[in-house]
T-cell receptor, first 118, second 114 residues
Framework: DSGVTQTPKHLITATGQRVTLRCSPRSGDLSVYWYQQSLDQGLQFLIQYYNGEERAKGNILERFSAQQFPDLHSELNLSSLELGDSALYFC?????????????????FGEGSRLTVL | AQSVTQLDSHVSVSEGTPVLLRCNYSSSYSPSLFWYVQHPNKGLQLLLKYTSAATLVKGINGFEAEFKKSETSFHLTKPSAHMSDAAEYFCVVIPRGGYNKLIFGAGTRLAVHP
């Protein structure tokens, strides 16, 4: 058990709808990351938050947004859903910003939220 | 740009035989490389990491990987496979200055047969 909790585990919705995925990081971790895993694109970094502030962006669509709350949990909002948004969305956390190589790369992943868009 | 290529999408071994999962990297500088494992219906877990110290890196569960600059490779090995090793394995590189923006390879699915 990584200590990262994601809800819901499974979600089925229709095109055009909006969903919210929730993530609680490990206790004490200030950084939260969102990754998308799909069959055609593989695992891709979406966005990172650190202590409530956005720190890095990856291949995140404009229809998607995220935020990190004062209690450090994070939400990923996906709107105007398309069939191609069907994927496994992972949240990960780490203690800090990993501004040095020695601290880099060790993220703790949740079990993911599987989104199916019909 | 940095990238990793996992040379095999599927590898099948018998229990007790060696495991070799191959990864080549592309980077304009000395990279930081990692292997992550994803068991069915589970999140990803860090197996090991290379950050320019010793070229032979030991990880959890008996896995190790060797960084070979001349071959631009970072292959994952284990002397003897266990049934519990069946999972998907990802080779990962970190871009310069983006220490936690992990760049994943396509993954290698390891099957272990009795």
């Amino acid at each position: 058990d990584s200590g990262v909790t994601q809800t819901p585990k499974h979600l089925i919705t229709a095109t055009g709808q909006r969903v919210t995925l929730r993530c609680s990081p490990r206790s004490g971790d200030l950084s939260v990351y969102w990754y998308q895993q799909s069959l055609d694109q593989g695992l891709q970094f979406l966005i990172q938050y650190y202590n409530g502030e956005e720190r890095a962006k990856g291949n995140i669509l404009e229809r998607f947004s995220a935020q990190q709350f004062p209690d450090l949990h994070s939400e990923l909002n996906l709107s105007s859903l398309e069939l191609g948004d069907s994927a496994l969305y992972f949240c990960a956390s780490s203690e800090g910003l990993a501004t040095s190589l020695g601290a880099a790369g060790e993220l703790f992943f949740g079990e993911g939220s599987r989104l199916t868009v019909l | 740009a940095q990238s990793v290529t996992q040379l095999d999408s599927h590898v099948s071994v018998s229990e007790g035989t060696p495991v070799l999962l191959r990864c080549n990297y592309s980077s304009s500088y000395s990279p930081s490389l990692f292997w992550y494992v994803q068991h069915p219906n589970k999140g990803l877990q860090l197996l090991l990491k290379y950050t320019s110290a010793a070229t032979l890196v030991k990880g959890i569960n008996g896995f190790e990987a060797e960084f070979k600059k001349s071959e631009t490779s970072f292959h994952l090995t284990k002397p003897s496979a266990h049934m519990s090793d069946a999972a998907e394995y990802f080779c990962v590189v970190i871009p310069r200055g983006g220490y936690n923006k992990l760049i994943f390879g396509a993954g290698t699915r390891l099957a272990v047969h009795p």
